[in-house]
């Protein structure tokens, strides 16, 4: 090998090292950890990620359910359908 085609492999091979890790910054791929051969499991953080999406989406629910039995308690009061009632009679 001449020294020309030595520094076009290293260069090849840090480029690729490079890709990879950006790779795996941007996308969560963990190709970096599949190259040194570490057992890991590519859709932990996706467990982990939907478990918290769920959770704040649990939580939302619950905020709503709790803004429409509120909206139901002022509907159903009788002084409400009064007022209701006294409105139409001024317009």
Not at 21 to 40: E, M, N, T
């Amino acid at each position: 090998m001449t020294h020309t085609e030595i520094i076009l492999l290293v260069t090849a091979m840090l480029g690729l090292g490079l890709f990879c890790h950006y790779l795996d910054a941007k996308y969560q791929w963990q190709l970096s950890a599949w190259f040194y051969g570490k057992p890991v499991n590519p859709f932990k953080k996706a467990q982990q990620a939907n478990a918290q999406t769920t959770a704040q989406k649990d939580g939302e629910i619950a905020a709503l359910k709790e803004r429409i039995a509120v909206l139901e308690k002022i509907v159903t009061e009788p002084a409400y359908e009064l007022n209701q009632e006294l409105s139409k009679l001024c317009r």
